[in-house]
DNA sequence: GCGGTGACTGACA
DNA sequence: CTGTCAGCCACCG
């Protein structure tokens, strides 16, 4: 069910922003909202979420680390849907200075050779 | 109104 | 690297 929430709506707005293949974090995704400092209340949107469009794996915490607990079902959900976009997850973490969505792609270009 | 809780975060030891 | 602490805010009993 949608929410009226306009806070909600920008957060699912924030998360959907998210090219594929990349990342993002609770923090940056509050910020990206226009709400800064709401880390939890995005966590709360994507537990109360149930858009099927909302790509909610690919938001991670700050130190690009799954926010589920390992081994958990929520966990290995979210490593499969990243791992199938081909986002390397190197025990239960992410090099955010790859994969994050709002890092500097230019760096990766230059160490890589592309 | 109040204290506990959580898919969080940055600072500090 | 790990662990602790304070700050943060919506929700619940």
Request: charged share 20%; with cysteine; aromatic share 8%.
């Amino acid at each position: 069910m949608s929410s009226t929430n306009p806070a909600y709506l920008a957060i699912c707005a924030a998360v959907r922003a998210i090219p594929p293949g990349c990342v993002s974090s609770y923090g940056a995704i509050a910020a990206r909202a226009g709400l800064p400092g709401r880390a939890r209340l995005v966590a709360k949107a994507m537990s109360g979420a149930d858009e099927p469009d909302l790509p909610w794996y690919r938001v991670l915490r700050s130190n690009g680390q799954i926010a589920f607990p390992k081994g958990s079902s929520g966990y290995r959900e979210q490593l499969r849907h990243l791992k199938a976009e081909g986002v390397v997850v190197k025990n239960g973490r992410v090099d955010l200075t790859r994969f994050g969505a709002f890092a500097d792609q230019d760096l990766d270009r230059a160490l890589w050779g592309f």
